[in-house]
């Protein structure tokens, strides 16, 4: 199985500012034959379901705003928010789909500090 | 509108069973896999099973293996997920995910709380 590491556990930053998760596969999950990383990355408030942010580790999801951005490749990966806003306080989640069992991050909680 | 609606969950003691059902609309639900994908209270995603568009393929989670079955009526639009022998370790909320073959699960349902206790 692949294990995802995500870095921190938790994050509090001021509004305005950046903010970074850092994900980490145990293994590649770049497809060599067409040079995609089966990565994505979603974003969970409370009392909700996951809301996929970014799929092929860069490509933002249609009306996902664009301060969210993906980056990495291979086995290491982040999320970055350019200017947090208040209702960007959620738990991320990176998440492999290269193979199976498909597995998660185990999550990064963001708050304003 | 895409939409999923889980339904079943409940309280069950240990060693019982309950049958999920979800409910799609607002797509051709035979041209997509579904996944289940649970989350204990507190605690972060964790897949469960996913079954292929014409329900030929199913794959499970260890943890689950023996004691789930996922299945779909396409006729129905609706997936379900058996489960059997539960333990207290199968207490989460459980989601129904649209997704494809090697594409991530763009659309969720809301969720369905299973609570396994004596």
């Known amino acids: 199985d692949i294990v995802m590491t995500q870095s921190p556990d938790s994050l509090a930053v001021s509004l305005g500012e950046r903010a970074t998760v850092n994900c980490k596969s145990s293994?590649?999950?770049?497809?060599?034959?067409?040079?995609?990383?089966?990565l994505a990355w979603y974003q969970q408030k409370p009392g909700q379901p996951p809301k996929l942010l970014i799929s092929?580790?860069?490509t933002r999801e249609s009306g996902v705003p664009d301060r969210f951005s993906g980056s990495g490749s291979g086995t290491d990966f982040t999320l970055t928010i350019s200017s947090l806003q208040a209702e960007d306080v959620a738990v991320y989640y990176c998440?492999?789909?290269?193979?199976?069992?498909?597995?998660f991050g185990q999550g990064t909680k963001l708050e304003i500090k | 509108e895409v939409q999923l609606v889980e339904s079943g969950g409940g309280l069950v003691q240990p060693g019982g069973s309950l049958r999920l059902s979800c409910a799609a609309s607002?797509?051709?639900?035979?041209?997509?896999?579904v996944h289940w994908v649970r989350q204990a209270p507190g605690k972060g995603l964790v897949w469960v099973s996913y079954i292929n568009s014409d329900g030929s393929t199913t794959r499970y989670a260890d943890s689950v293996k023996g004691r789930f079955t996922i299945s779909r009526d396409n006729a129905k639009n609706t997936l379900y997920l058996q489960m059997n022998s539960l333990r207290v370790e199968d207490t989460a909320v459980y989601y129904c995910a649209r997704g494809a073959s090697g594409t991530p699960n763009d659309y969720w349902g809301q969720g369905t709380l299973v609570t396994v206790s004596s």
């Open positions: 607002g797509f051709t639900f035979s041209s997509y896999w």
């Open positions: 092929w580790a860069s």
């Open positions: 293994q590649s999950v770049l497809y060599s034959s067409n040079n995609k990383n089966y």
């Open positions: 998440h492999q789909y290269y193979s199976t069992p498909r597995t």
